[in-house]
């Protein structure tokens, strides 16, 4: 799936798991309850499902993000979400991602939509679902301003709760305002499939 700049090989490989925050202010889509959903029961594998389940909160899921894999003019980082949970919940939509320096101020803007159109996934108790983060390099223009992340803030697609997963070392985001030319970073709709 492309993503960002760059065709995405994502890796999520490597991760922390985090734990859910009180922050509030959703910037996901809202929760529905599609026909024709597809259910995880293991990483890569779906089954068909009956509509009537109910979303995912933040607080039965794992989210954790994969190492860097980079690319021409940017870094990509997988995000995984785990149910952690006892039932079946539906995930659909795009997580509202953004960073956070050590004082746990955000930096620059939130990541901003891109790809494919969302699809319901339905996860099974320990089931995951995926998505990506692309990060421009902030050295090109017309970036004026970076800062090193501490965190990520993940919100679900439909929460209005964050999770907060330490970045990986070194991770660099512009500070800057986007411009129609120029996008700081990112995020892809959710999917059960790993990209």
């Known amino acids: 799936m492309a993503v960002g700049l760059a065709a995405c090989g994502g890796s999520t490989s490597s991760s922390t798991t985090s ?3 009180g922050s509030t202010g959703s910037t996901g889509n809202p929760t529905s309850n599609a026909p ?3 259910s995880g029961t293991a990483p890569g594998s779906t089954t068909t499902s009956a509509p009537g389940t109910p979303a995912c909160r933040t607080s039965s899921l794992s989210v954790s993000l994969g190492s860097p894999n980079g690319s021409a003019g940017a870094m990509h980082y997988g995000l995984t979400f785990q149910n952690t949970g006892t039932a079946a919940c539906l995930l659909y939509g795009f997580p509202g991602v953004s960073f956070l320096d050590a004082s746990g101020s955000q930096i620059g803007d939130p990541a901003q939509r891109q790809g494919s159109a969302p699809t319901p996934v339905v996860l099974a108790p320990g089931g995951s679902a995926y998505s990506s983060i692309s990060v421009t390099d902030p050295g090109i223009p017309p970036c004026s301003g970076s800062a090193h992340a501490s965190q990520v803030r993940v919100y679900p697609p439909g929460e209005t709760h964050a999770s907060q997963v330490p970045a990986t070392s070194g ?3 512009c500070s800057s305002p986007n ?3 120029y ?6 709709a959710v999917s059960s499939t790993a990209t």
Do not use: K, N
Request: proline share 0%; no cysteine; net charge positive.
């Open 36 to 38: 024709g959903t597809t």
């Open 179 to 181: 411009t129609s030319a």
């Open 171 to 173: 991770m660099l985001v």
């Open 19 to 21: 734990t859910a925050a």
């Open 183 to 188: 996008r700081s970073s990112t995020v892809s």
